[in-house]
């Protein structure tokens, strides 16, 4: 598997905000969040009174991720965004309560205002190949890019690739400011930031399609060319076909005018 990753929102890490920090993890690791102090050292600091010093942890399998709950006090909610209010609450000192959600919010309670959470994008899900569950068991193979067509990044990646679906040419993949106008309808993606579309994309590169170098730093080209080749792999082995389309809110504005005129 290639594991997790963990991002912590700008501003969502307590009272006094912050910047954002992105952890990745692989099978075995394991990330400590809490306020942390120079005797208890966290991976994911959460500045707020009411969070423990070594509030929690982290540690990822191969096909999942366990939550620990050190508190003795709080229990923790690990809500599932793209569920329908789904969520597990994990008991004071729980030790490894597997989350099965392949995208997770944790939330602690807190005495600020801004609840202090963060998001763990999880290990990638196999799927067994349907036209070999009848097969022995030696010869199943599993799919080579399992997509949950329900899940928010899906719907990211079918406004990455609208345009070119739609136009069948080589026109500019939107940016996430883009992405973030064209999802502004949706009922449940419209509140998206392009922070948090930016996040699904490096999700998408570096978890789901596996794009080489996806993880290396870069400037502004690298992040348009990252874009541009999610779209040519998921055009280029159908992934994303105009049968998706309907995902997304209706076209609106002069380009929605243009298209019905075309028809």
């Not at 406004?159 to 739609?166: K, S, V």
Request: net charge neutral; with cysteine; aromatic share 6%.
């Amino acid at each position: 598997m290639s594991g997790v990753v963990v991002h912590l929102p700008q501003g969502s890490g307590g009272a006094d905000g912050g910047e954002a920090v992105t952890l990745r993890l692989g099978p075995g690791q394991v990330a400590r969040f809490g306020r942390g102090s120079p005797r208890t050292p966290v991976e994911l600091r959460l500045d707020d009174d009411a969070v423990s010093r070594l509030a929690g942890e982290i540690r990822v399998t191969d096909d999942h991720w366990q939550l620990t709950n050190h508190s003795t006090a709080h229990s923790y909610l690990v809500e599932n965004p793209e569920g329908a209010g789904e969520y597990i609450r994990v008991q004071p000192r729980r030790v490894g309560a597997p989350i099965p959600f392949e995208f997770s919010r944790v939330v602690l309670p807190a005495r600020s205002q801004i609840p202090v959470s963060f998001q763990v994008f999880a290990p990638d899900h196999l799927y067994l190949d349907p036209d070999a569950l009848g097969a022995p068991w030696g010869s199943r193979t599993v799919t080579a890019y399992s997509l949950d067509e329900t899940a928010t990044y899906f719907l990211v990646l079918v406004a990455l690739c609208e345009p070119r679906l739609r136009d069948q040419s080589r026109v500019a993949v939107p940016t996430t400011p883009q992405i973030a106008e064209r999802l502004r309808g949706h009922p449940t993606a419209g509140g998206l930031t392009p922070r948090a579309i930016s996040s699904h994309i490096d999700y998408l590169a570096e978890q789901k399609l596996r794009i080489a170098d996806a993880q290396e730093p870069g400037n502004g080209d690298r992040r348009n060319g990252k874009r541009e080749e999610i779209v040519t792999l998921a055009l280029r082995f159908g992934l994303v076909r105009e049968e998706h389309l309907p995902l997304l809110p209706p076209p609106s504005g002069s380009a929605g005018r243009e298209r019905k005129s075309a028809r």
